[in-house]
């Protein structure tokens, strides 16, 4: 609970209004396992709907984002097939006022509408999301880390697919453990201070190992195929599509 | 150490097998006088020759990409402060003394800085507050200069980087990863998917090139304002004849992911990238792989005159006299992973990775 509180203030102190509304602010920086370990789902979907609104949350109406994701694999915990996801903010649209600020639906962006580094999606997307457990009477959520917990998946013409943040995967491993969810010493895959960051075992493909060394894009099985290993070595629920949500 | 006595044995024995088979022929040489037989049977000479050549070929191959423990007499390679402790992504140097660098943002809520260095390497102090990820900087004179973001955001400083103003905004998905600059007009940005920025009017504006790639591209650099490269994802090279209108694919005999280039002031391009590949291209074609039997991530690499030097994961440095030719990799002096290299002259370099680590070639 205290973690989920933590979190909680974590992204409120988020809410600043500065022009460069995609900048990536200063978030707690997490690595992998500190990620997979931290979410309490975990899936791959595309997104479907997009519905921006105001709800009576904590006392008082706050700005949302409702987002519905198609689920195709779940990699930790139980996850309907239609998901929605609620974030608190609204997405910055890109659009630049007179004076250069960001703007949404023509009015300037301010710190009431916005969370800086909300990770904002729009519909076809298809991501990979680590999300937090809903916080704030069960209402919202948020990917892991803000921005560093949704990673946007490509496929190439050649049919690999690849994923990654908007930070291009930095620190993934090599971010050091930062107490949200688990010590250092709790490490059981990622060991960011080792010349070899992926501890051997833990069924993991030469692929997979190999992640470690990669910069930018991951390709997505071998991504996941870790993110799994991950999550079972931490005897985290393993991932499930069920008809309704838990 | 070991590596210069290697070659002067080497040159030595070469000396004594050419005076041994041709013991009339005056040899004219700077190295020291060696003690030569006046006369052996020929049975014994041929197996003198034979064991000496033998030796030859051992410590010749000893020598190119082995690990020594010193570096050319002069200068070396010392540990510089660290600036910050956030990761350095990109170091660019203006002359021996003077040079910035940029980075990660600091999580505990500080946000980032633009360092500067005006004692060569010595110390370095914060110029100006980012609150970007700032992927590489590049100063074309003392006032003129670009950083370019993860988040795809361009700013330009002509204060020497006291003062920066954004000339491109974000884009959500695009990361840049490598600029270059060849003069204060003309430029060339390139990032994630296939993504290439240019701009002629000093980045007031940026003009997005298609080159038909969607592979992630992680540097660019050009030797005329006609003639540049850019270096990628899958051993992607893509070369350019009209600055950068039109981009072509080259053969680059490797499938690894190449993340550093550079251009020797003769025209050879040397790019460096995942697993120790280290690739050549004279002219900047007809690329060849230059074995180095090394396994290590090499992100950066920098020329000056002949000498080129590669850095990479666990502090990985390798160096160059002979324009790439071959190489020679020098113990590590930090084993945290160094993510940009640049030299202002053959004797004067930083490297700079992760944790804010500077290494400094003084």
Same mark, same amino acid.
């Given at each position: 609970m205290r973690t989920l509180v933590s979190l909680a203030v974590l992204s409120m102190t988020t809410l600043v209004a500065i022009p460069n509304v995609d900048a990536h602010h200063a978030v707690l920086r997490f690595n992998l396992e500190e990620m997979t370990a931290t979410a309490n789902r975990i899936f791959v979907g595309h997104c479907t709907a997009v519905e921006e609104s105001h709800e009576m949350i904590a006392q008082g109406m706050m700005p949302?984002?409702?987002?519905?994701?198609?689920? =195709?694999?779940?990699?930790?915990?139980?996850?309907?097939? %239609?998901?929605?996801? =609620? %974030?608190?903010?609204?997405?910055?649209?890109?659009?630049?006022?007179?004076?250069? =600020?960001?703007?949404?639906?023509? =009015?300037?962006?301010?710190?009431?509408?916005?969370?800086?580094?909300?990770?904002?999606? %729009?519909?076809?997307?298809?991501?990979?999301?680590?999300l937090i457990p809903n916080y704030l009477g069960g209402k919202v959520t948020y990917p892991v880390g803000l921005y560093q917990g949704a990673f946007f998946v490509t496929k190439m013409p050649s049919g690999d697919e690849f994923a990654r943040n908007t930070i291009n995967n930095m620190g993934l491993f090599t971010a050091p453990y930062n107490g949200t969810s688990m010590a250092p010493t709790d490490a059981k895959v990622v060991f960011p201070e080792r010349e070899s960051p992926l501890a051997e075992g833990h069924g993991l493909s030469v692929k997979s190992q190999s992640l470690a060394t990669k910069r930018g894009r991951l390709p997505l099985e071998d991504f996941l195929e870790l993110i799994d290993r991950i999550n079972v070595a931490h005897g985290g629920e393993k991932g499930s599509i069920v008809a309704s949500g838990k | 150490m070991s590596f210069h006595l290697s070659f002067f044995v080497a040159h030595i024995l070469i000396a004594q097998i050419v005076v041994a088979s041709q013991p009339r022929r005056v040899i004219v040489s700077?190295?020291?006088?060696?003690?030569?037989?006046?006369?052996?049977?020929?049975?014994?000479?041929?197996?003198?020759?034979?064991?000496r050549l033998l030796a030859v070929v051992l410590i010749f191959l000893l020598g190119a990409c082995a690990e020594r423990s010193g570096t050319r007499n002069t200068p070396q390679w010392v540990a510089g402060p660290n600036v910050g402790k956030l990761d350095l992504m990109s170091v660019d140097l203006l002359d021996a003394k003077t040079g910035w660098v940029v980075g990660d943002i600091d999580p505990g809520g500080a946000g980032g800085a633009i360092y500067q260095t005006t004692d060569g390497c010595k110390t370095w102090r914060s110029i100006t507050h980012t609150d970007e990820i700032l992927t590489t900087i590049h100063f074309v004179n003392r006032t003129t200069g670009w950083v370019t973001g993860l988040a795809g955001r361009i700013?330009?400083?002509?204060?020497?980087?006291?003062?920066?103003?954004?000339?491109?905004?974000?884009?959500?998905? *695009?990361?840049?990863?490598?600029?270059?600059?060849?003069? *204060?007009?003309?430029?060339?940005?390139?990032?994630?998917?296939?993504?290439?920025?240019?701009?002629?009017?000093?980045? *007031?504006?940026?003009?997005?090139?298609?080159?038909g790639r969607i592979e992630d591209l992680w540097a660019v650099r050009f030797s005329s304002s006609e003639h540049g490269w850019i270096v990628g994802e899958n051993g992607l090279i893509l070369a350019t004849t009209d600055g950068g209108n039109t981009w072509a694919p080259q053969t680059s005999q490797t499938s690894r992911a190449l993340l550093g280039l550079t251009i020797t002031p003769s025209n050879v391009a040397i790019a460096v990238g995942e697993a120790g590949t280290i690739l050549r291209g004279e002219g900047g074609s007809n690329w060849s792989v230059v074995d180095c039997a090394l396994t290590v991530t090499l992100s950066s690499v920098a020329a000056s005159d002949k000498v080129v030097i590669a850095v990479g994961s666990r502090g990985a440095t390798l160096e160059s006299t002979d324009e790439g030719r071959s190489w020679t990799a020098m113990s590590a002096l930090l084993k945290r992973d160094l993510n940009s290299i640049d030299l202002s002259d053959p004797t004067h370099g930083v490297a700079v990775g992760r944790g804010g680590v500077t290494q400094c070639l003084q």
């Open positions: 949302v984002t409702r987002y519905v994701f198609e689920v =195709e694999r779940a990699i930790k915990g139980q996850v309907t097939r %239609q998901i929605t996801v =609620e %974030q608190l903010g609204h997405p910055s649209h890109r659009a630049l006022g007179k004076g250069g =600020e960001a703007t949404m639906h023509g =009015e300037v962006v301010t710190s009431k509408t916005i969370i800086h580094g909300m990770s904002a999606y %729009q519909v076809g997307d298809r991501v990979l999301l680590f | 700077t190295l020291p006088a060696v003690s030569l037989p006046k006369s052996r049977p020929p049975v014994v000479l041929a197996r003198l020759i034979k064991l700013e330009r400083t002509d204060d020497g980087g006291l003062s920066w103003k954004v000339q491109r905004n974000e884009r959500e998905g *695009e990361p840049l990863n490598g600029m270059f600059f060849i003069d *204060e007009r003309r430029g060339w940005v390139v990032g994630g998917s296939g993504l290439v920025l240019r701009t002629t009017n000093g980045g *007031e504006t940026w003009t997005q090139t298609n080159t």
